[in-house]
């Protein structure tokens, strides 16, 4: 059930359920929670107010791509921690222009 909410005039069932549809068509990976449509004679703003939608960080590690390492046995357990972990280190080299 999305809350909307209409100032400034009135607008029938059929053009707020087009309003709703256009967002749904337009953001296929959100999720209305409630919209503001303020009408202004032939004109109308509409705010969309979205649901935070949870996401999972995936990362490969030793071949897999997991969210954690909590189903790891063992041994991935132990080839994740002698795994060599690589930085960027700042160069200290210094360029000369060609010419």
Not at 27 to 34: A, E, V
Not at 67 to 82: I, M, P, V
């Amino acid at each position: 059930m999305i809350d909307v909410r209409v100032t400034g005039g009135d607008l029938g069932q059929e053009e707020i359920n087009a309003y709703v549809e256009m967002a749904k068509k337009n953001h296929p990976d959100k999720r209305i929670s409630s919209m503001d449509i303020a009408v202004d004679g032939e004109f109308v703003d509409i705010t969309y107010h979205w649901e935070t939608v949870p996401f999972e960080r995936i990362r490969r590690i030793t071949g897999y791509l997991v969210g954690t390492l909590d189903r790891f046995n063992d041994g991935k357990r132990a080839e994740e921690a002698d795994r060599v972990k690589h930085s960027v280190e700042e160069c200290s080299c210094s360029m000369k222009a060609a010419g």
